[in-house]
């Protein structure tokens, strides 16, 4: 199967950027390097396409009454230009996708997928909007995605693109480059700014306007770091189907007295004391622990590394493991097995980067 | 370094590391510019130990980008007489100077005829194209 490109793949090269296939997409996964891209997201602004994330039109009548059986989060309590972050839940409460929904009118929503799972999430939630008033449709194809992150993605684009942006977890309907698009206050990187929802033909413009105002072109290799050094799971790694949001910590975006899809195992799963927990740890000496990595206490295998790397702010190892409940307390003495090595670490509390206030 | 180099003086292994020898006994390794460009910025080296024996065309330590752990290939068989202990808080000098202070490990050869069998840089580079 080829790979699809986003309207930006020939930036990219111009740029000399490493593409890779990445769900089924060629995308940058990083263009100088990880650590200089992760530090001016850090300490400026970057900017990441992200097109190859889905979209889901959600309208009509029925539309609130159909989110709140298919998403995990409260959606009643979302204004007109308000975002929500929501699982998406099997009968069993695993997750199959973690998604924000934006409420882009009265009965009008727009919900931004991960890539690899859009198309089963399309088939999941036509099949759920059966006996409901609602439309549910593919928009993938309308929109280019940019995410401007960093202290000061805001005004850089508000200067660039001139358009109002909206507060953190809002969206605004607005026009960028004489074409209908959206700004959302949200992102994936623990800082500021903002992710534009663009017409595919004027994201090259965009993106060319945003590079030379300075902001750095940063790949998936630095969304990837500064999205655990924040403690935001991923689809794939720590979510998958075969965990529920309470296990993963998301219990907080989950209102069971909704009646949402898997609403009750995940009641049950709240009740638990025995269910592992997703927690972050650091690594204390020398070593980088990786993806699937054994979690020892002893000579005992106590979980699994979902996520793994080497933190450019922190400048140690860190990541993220599904742990028994009575090692999942912050400051619990761990080892990871990196390749036959054992390597001490220590269960630690979210988030763990945190900017200096 | 930015730009792909390739000195006339080492000797070449198409897993992309290199040796230069010293004498008749001895040779020091690292991994080449097309291979640290290829694994990004390096972040974390694990050496062998010093006595450890190392075969020719097998993995004898590791290097670590942010992203992704390579096996580092012994372009040669011999025992670790020496570790570069300065790249565990500078290791980024495997991509600054790869054949400088970039340098993984020294090494006793214990078949230093087996050098023959290695790439000249012409060779390397002919590889890569």
Same mark, same amino acid.
């Given at each position: 199967?080829?790979?699809?490109?986003?309207?930006?793949?020939?930036?990219?090269?111009?740029?000399?950027?490493?593409?890779?296939?990445?769900?089924?997409?060629?995308?940058?996964?990083?263009?100088?390097?990880?650590?200089?891209?992760?530090?001016?997201?850090?300490?400026?602004?970057?900017?990441?396409?992200?097109?190859?994330?889905?979209?889901?039109?959600?309208?009509?009548?029925?539309?609130?009454?159909?989110?709140?059986?298919?998403?995990?989060?409260?959606?009643?309590?979302?204004?007109?230009?308000?975002?929500?972050?929501?699982?998406?839940?099997?009968?069993?409460?695993?997750?199959?996708?973690?998604?924000?929904?934006? =409420?882009?009118?009265?009965?009008?929503?727009?919900?931004?997928?991960?890539?690899?799972?859009?198309?089963?999430?399309?088939?999941?939630?036509?099949?759920?909007?059966?006996?409901?008033?609602?439309?549910?449709?593919?928009?993938?194809?309308?929109?280019?995605?940019?995410?401007?992150?960093?202290?000061?993605?805001? =005004?850089?684009?508000?200067?660039?693109?001139?358009?109002?942006?909206?507060?953190?977890?809002?969206?605004?309907?607005?026009?960028?480059?004489?074409?209908?698009?959206?700004?959302?206050?949200?992102?994936?990187?623990?800082?500021?700014?903002?992710?534009?929802?663009?017409?595919?033909?004027?994201?090259?413009?965009?993106?060319?306007?945003?590079?030379? *105002?300075?902001?750095?072109?940063?790949?998936?290799? *630095?969304?990837?770091?500064?999205?655990?050094?924040?403690?935001?799971?991923?689809?794939?790694?720590?979510?998958?189907?075969?965990?529920?949001?309470?296990?993963?910590?998301?219990?907080?975006?989950?209102?069971?007295?909704?009646?949402?899809?898997?609403?009750?195992?995940?009641?049950?799963?709240?009740?638990?004391?025995?269910?592992?927990?997703?927690?972050?740890?650091?690594?204390?000496?020398?070593?980088?622990?990786?993806?699937?990595?054994?979690?020892?206490?002893?000579?005992?295998?106590?979980?699994?590394?979902?996520?793994?790397?080497?933190?450019?702010?922190?400048?140690?190892?860190?990541?993220?493991?599904?742990?028994?409940?009575?090692?999942?307390?912050?400051?619990?003495?761990?080892?990871?097995?990196?390749?036959?090595?054992?390597?001490?670490?220590?269960?630690?509390?979210?988030?763990?980067?945190?900017?200096?206030? | 370094?930015?730009?792909?180099?390739?000195?006339?003086?080492?000797?070449?292994?198409?897993?992309?590391?290199?040796?230069?020898?010293?004498?008749?006994?001895?040779?020091?390794?690292?991994?080449?510019?097309?291979?640290?460009?290829?694994?990004?910025?390096?972040?974390?080296?694990?050496?062998?130990?010093?006595?450890?024996?190392?075969?020719?065309?097998?993995?004898? $330590?590791?290097?670590?980008?942010?992203? $992704?752990?390579?096996?580092?290939?012994?372009?040669?068989?011999?025992?670790?007489?020496?570790?570069?202990?300065?790249? $565990?808080?500078?290791?980024?000098?495997?991509?600054?100077?790869?054949?400088?202070?970039?340098?993984?490990?020294?090494?006793?050869?214990?078949?230093?005829?087996?050098?023959?069998?290695?790439?000249?840089?012409?060779?390397?580079?002919?590889?890569?194209?």
């Amino acid at each position: 199967m080829s790979l699809k490109s986003t309207p930006l793949r020939e930036k990219h090269l111009e740029l000399g950027a490493k593409l890779v296939d990445f769900a089924g997409w060629e995308m940058p996964v990083q263009y100088e390097g990880i650590r200089e891209e992760h530090s001016a997201v850090r300490t400026f602004a970057g900017m990441f396409d992200v097109s190859h994330m889905g979209e889901v039109e959600v309208e009509g009548p029925g539309a609130l009454a159909f989110l709140q059986r298919v998403l995990s989060n409260d959606v009643a309590t979302v204004e007109i230009g308000g975002a929500q972050y929501s699982c998406l839940c099997d009968e069993e409460g695993g997750v199959l996708d973690d998604l924000f929904a934006y =409420r882009l009118g009265g009965d009008r929503y727009l919900l931004v997928t991960n890539a690899a799972n859009h198309e089963a999430d399309l088939a999941w939630l036509g099949r759920w909007s059966r006996g409901f008033e609602v439309a549910v449709r593919d928009v993938a194809d309308r929109y280019a995605m940019l995410a401007v992150q960093g202290p000061h993605a805001r =005004r850089i684009v508000a200067a660039t693109v001139g358009v109002e942006l909206p507060p953190r977890m809002r969206v605004g309907q607005v026009r960028i480059g004489a074409r209908p698009a959206f700004a959302c206050g949200t992102g994936y990187t623990g800082e500021d700014g903002v992710e534009l929802l663009i017409a595919p033909e004027v994201a090259p413009a965009i993106w060319t306007e945003l590079l030379d *105002a300075g902001v750095v072109p940063s790949g998936l290799g *630095a969304r990837d770091t500064l999205r655990l050094e924040v403690c935001f799971p991923l689809h794939g790694n720590e979510l998958t189907p075969e965990r529920n949001p309470i296990e993963a910590g998301l219990g907080w975006c989950c209102k069971e007295e909704s009646g949402f899809v898997g609403a009750e195992t995940v009641a049950r799963a709240r009740s638990e004391e025995s269910a592992d927990r997703l927690v972050p740890f650091r690594i204390e000496g020398p070593g980088i622990p990786r993806q699937g990595n054994p979690a020892m206490a002893g000579a005992e295998q106590v979980g699994v590394v979902t996520s793994g790397s080497f933190s450019p702010s922190l400048e140690v190892g860190i990541g993220m493991a599904y742990l028994r409940p009575d090692l999942a307390e912050p400051g619990t003495e761990i080892e990871i097995d990196v390749r036959g090595k054992r390597r001490a670490g220590r269960v630690a509390s979210k988030p763990l980067y945190e900017k200096e206030r | 370094m930015a730009e792909a180099t390739y000195p006339d003086d080492l000797l070449y292994h198409d897993q992309h590391d290199w040796a230069r020898l010293e004498g008749d006994e001895h040779a020091v390794f690292g991994i080449t510019w097309y291979a640290q460009d290829s694994l990004g910025e390096v972040v974390f080296y694990d050496p062998p130990e010093i006595g450890a024996k190392i075969d020719k065309d097998s993995a004898y $330590a590791e290097v670590e980008s942010v992203k $992704a752990v390579s096996d580092v290939i012994a372009p040669l068989s011999g025992e670790v007489v020496e570790v570069n202990e300065a790249l $565990a808080d500078a290791p980024e000098k495997v991509n600054e100077e790869p054949y400088g202070d970039g340098w993984l490990v020294k090494v006793r050869l214990s078949q230093p005829n087996e050098a023959e069998a290695l790439l000249s840089a012409a060779e390397y580079r002919k590889l890569l194209a």
